[in-house]
Every structure is written in structure tokens, then in C-alpha cells.
């Protein structure tokens, strides 16, 4: 069964460095979305894309966070530099189109220390 | 502004026993909603949808029901077995939003 894939599954960092996310979606979906959760609390929407456009990114800590999706397929997250507040876990995921349902990877949960 | 709540952080229930789960939501141009299920270290997982062009979908031990005018919908799982122990979060999609709820911890008592 086609899954999302994301690496790493886990990242300790300390604070002021940079870290990087990678995610995989399921083969032939054009929308991606990267998801921040805090424990606690519901998946927070980071960005979005639209094949290799952002269509939302409206929540993202530019400052700090950029994400990318150069050839429309896999994508990467990155932060630089992490602060303490950044640590939660960092989930992608998938649909074939922005109002289908969205397929979620393992996510990465990331420590700042 | 949280506009999908779910305000039960946490429900235990028996074993064989129905569980209920509730979410509200505060705007109504979403149109499709969506119940996650999600373990510990893992990824959400979906489990269910309604249109809300309906009031009422079924899917083996899982019926989610919707109500447009209270803008409430709610995800019934029965019987409750140990392994439907996890977060639940709904979700409502409209206009290319998409909201979570914050969760609700279901703990299913052998």
C-alpha cells in the first residue's frame, strides 16, 4: 500500500542550529502539506503546496522556516536557526487533489535542547 | 481562533461499550468532514468522512453523524475494543481550508 515517507523519524538539536525535514507522498498526488503538533493540541498547518507552487503558507515562521518542492514531488522543511519552542512533531502529507483526503506520514519528532 | 473544537480532551469507556466522540465547529462554509485516528509516534490515519450533504455515514463499527445546524458532528465507535485506544482528531475542510481539532484520548477499559 503506497504510504507517505518522511526522514528522520527523530532529530535532537540544539538551539541555533539548523535542521532539515525530508517527505515523500504517495505517488501521483499533487498536494502536499506540511503539519506542526504540539503536544496537546491539534495539527497545525504549516504550508501547502499545488505540485510545486506554495498555495498557503500563511502560518509558516518565515523568519525562520522555509520549505520547498522544487520538482513537485518530494519536499523538504527546514528550519534555521531552531529555537526551543520548535520542538514537536513535524508531519507531511499527501492527497491527490486540495479537497481530497490527506494521507499522513510517521512524521518527525524533533527535540531542541 | 480555533474554529473545529473538540472540547473532551480525554473519554474512557468500557470494552463492548459505545464510544462516543464530539467535535464543533464555528464556520459554515466547510463542507466535508473528516474523522483521524492517531497512535503514539505515528502519523494521523484516516478513518471516516461525511459530506454535508448527508447527515449519517456508517462504516463497519464507525458512524459519523452530522448536524449542519447545531454545526456539530460526532463519530460513534461500536463496541469499543483496547485497540481503538488512541487520539482522535476531526477535521473540516471548505473553500481549501483545512482545520484539526485538538484531539480527543480514548481509552477503551478491557
Known amino acids: 500500500e503506497a504510504e507517505v515517507a518522511q526522514s528522520p523519524r527523530y532529530k535532537i538539536t540544539e538551539k541555533s542550529q539548523a535542521v532539515a525535514f525530508w517527505c515523500d507522498p504517495i505517488s501521483g498526488h499533487a498536494t502536499l502539506y506540511w503539519y506542526r503538533q504540539i503536544l496537546g493540541q491539534g495539527p497545525e498547518l504549516l504550508v501547502q503546496f499545488q505540485d510545486e507552487s506554495v498555495v498557503d503558507d500563511s502560518q509558516l515562521p518565515k523568519d525562520r522556516f522555509s520549505a520547498e518542492r522544487l520538482k513537485g514531488v518530494d519536499s523538504t522543511l527546514k528550519i534555521q536557526p531552531a529555537e526551543l519552542g520548535d520542538s514537536a512533531m513535524y508531519l507531511c502529507?499527501?492527497?491527490?487533489?486540495?479537497?481530497?483526503?490527506?494521507?499522513f506520514g510517521p512524521g518527525t519528532r524533533l527535540t531542541v535542547l | 481562533d480555533q474554529q473545529v473544537k473538540q472540547n473532551s480532551p480525554s473519554l474512557s469507556v468500557q470494552e463492548g461499550r459505545i464510544s462516543i466522540l464530539n467535535c464543533d465547529y464555528t464556520?459554515?462554509?466547510?463542507?466535508?468532514f473528516l474523522w483521524y485516528k492517531k497512535y503514539p509516534a505515528e502519523g494521523p490515519t484516516f478513518l471516516i468522512s461525511?459530506?454535508?450533504?448527508?447527515d449519517k455515514n456508517e462504516d463497519g463499527r464507525f458512524t459519523v453523524f452530522l448536524n449542519k445546524s447545531a454545526k456539530h458532528l460526532s463519530l460513534h465507535i461500536v463496541p469499543s475494543q483496547p485497540g481503538d485506544s488512541a487520539v482522535y482528531f476531526c477535521a473540516a475542510m471548505g473553500g481549501n481550508q483545512f482545520y484539526f481539532g485538538t484531539g480527543t484520548s480514548l481509552t477503551v477499559i478491557p
Open positions: 502529507a499527501s492527497s491527490l487533489g486540495p479537497n481530497n483526503e490527506q494521507f
Open positions: 461525511i459530506s454535508s450533504i448527508k
Open positions: 464556520n459554515s462554509m466547510f463542507d466535508y
